[in-house]
């Protein structure tokens, strides 16, 4: 065999391993794409719905000039060419024709950009809401906060929960691979939800197709759209915006519930909230600490440092750092303020969380300080970092 035939071979045996692996893995997402999905997803909202009208519409209309203006063109090709001694006819200047290539154009036009005006006037209108939620970017996760109507005061972070080993191909993959979260957003079914995005390093989007939403959360600046789910139901999207290296990894899940479910969600959540609210005081053990700290090191840090605390290309290893191994008032600083890439955590974690993961990170891998940090020590750094 030459070797173009064992290139065509080795495509063949590739395409082929692929094609199993990918028709093994395939399986309908709860709440997110289908198998073989072709069109946009069913609509949730009144907005999908006519945004699913306007693509089909419009493309359909396109279509049929398509067809039309090459049908005509091919045809008279045909019918008119010189070896059947075609004559070409000279005229100059018809103002019929040219009243009816404007006319019939404009006609099209209008006809198409007065219904999407209207839906595009419609996602604007934020007015009159039931729920009003801040909805800030972080690399890389989201923060939910519910600002008014019923559930105010509610304030969580929604993060990737996928584990690594997934991600690391060491333990097979979940259905709902990469567009799950530990904390769902929770919305009452049937009432307007209006969402106000931010964001706090670089500019992220939120995004669920079901609801015909995408809205770019930008730093320093506030945009708002709205939904109003007309189905109860799981519905799954992801960061839209290209944010860093893990980009990937900040799903959106929102959960649609009824007003009942909705009512007890908020009581359980606001029980939540003030059990985990620290108490400024208490004084917390070695152990207490590191567990704590544990998670939030799991859910916030690990990322960029890693789970073993050894850094990767521009991230530091905090395992054996002079500032982790060091006076406490460098950690504090860093932690609080952020660094470069190092995030601002002072914006985004509480004094208690902060407090668990500096004394998890004093005690972890090679560090073994014995220091334990209490909340009331960051209540003093943040007093300092002012
Ligand atoms: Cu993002």
């Not at 495509?11 to 391993?17: F, Q």
């Not at 719905?49 to 089909?56: D, P």
């Not at 939030?296 to 054996?320: E, I, S, T």
């Amino acid at each position: 065999m030459n070797l173009f035939g064992k290139v065509i071979r080795a495509s063949l045996y590739l395409v082929t391993a692929l094609g199993v692996a990918f028709v093994q893995a395939a399986e309908n997402m709860p709440g997110g794409p289908a198998v073989n999905q072709l069109n946009f997803p069913v609509p949730a909202t009144k907005i999908m719905q006519e945004i699913h009208w306007l693509h089909w519409m419009m493309l359909i209309i396109c279509l049929i000039i398509f067809v039309g203006v090459f049908g005509v063109m091919f045809y008279s090709i045909v019918k008119h060419r010189k070896s059947k001694g075609a004559q070409s006819a000279s005229f100059h200047e018809s103002t019929t024709v040219e009243i009816i290539w404007t006319v019939i154009p404009l006609l099209i036009v209008i006809g198409m950009a007065l219904p999407a005006t209207k839906t595009v006037v419609a996602m604007k209108d934020t007015t009159n809401a039931d729920i009003t939620i801040k909805t800030t970017g972080y690399q890389w996760k989201w923060g939910y906060d519910y600002i008014k109507g019923e559930g105010e005061g509610i304030s969580f972070l929604s993060t990737l929960s996928t584990p690594r080993d997934q991600v690391n191909n060491l333990a097979p993959k979940s259905p709902t691979y990469l567009m799950e979260v530990d904390n769902e957003m929770v919305v009452p079914v049937g009432k307007k939800i209006r969402l106000i995005t931010t964001a706090n390093d670089v500019i992220h989007s939120w995004t669920i197709p079901a609801f015909g939403v995408k809205q770019d959360a930008i730093p320093g600046f506030v945009r708002d759209t709205w939904f109003k789910a007309e189905a109860i139901g799981t519905y799954r999207g992801q960061c839209s915006e290209l944010c860093g290296a893990e980009h990937a990894f900040m799903p959106i899940v929102v959960r649609v519930v009824s007003q009942e479910d909705y009512s007890k969600w908020v009581e359980d959540k606001k029980k939540e909230l003030a059990a985990a609210a620290d108490d400024p005081t208490k004084v917390y053990s070695l152990e207490e600490q590191k567990e704590r700290g544990a998670k939030v090191y799991a859910a916030n840090c690990a990322a960029c440092h890693q789970p073993n605390g050894k850094g990767a290309g521009a991230f530091p290893p905090l395992d054996g750092s002079k500032i982790v191994q060091g006076p406490k008032d460098g950690q504090f600083t860093i932690l609080l303020n952020g660094k470069n890439a190092m995030p601002k955590w002072g914006a985004v974690l509480s004094d208690g969380d902060l407090a668990a993961v500096m004394t998890y990170t004093r005690n972890s891998w090679g560090n073994k300080t014995g220091e334990v940090i209490q909340t009331q020590d960051f209540v003093v750094a943040r007093a300092a970092n002012k």
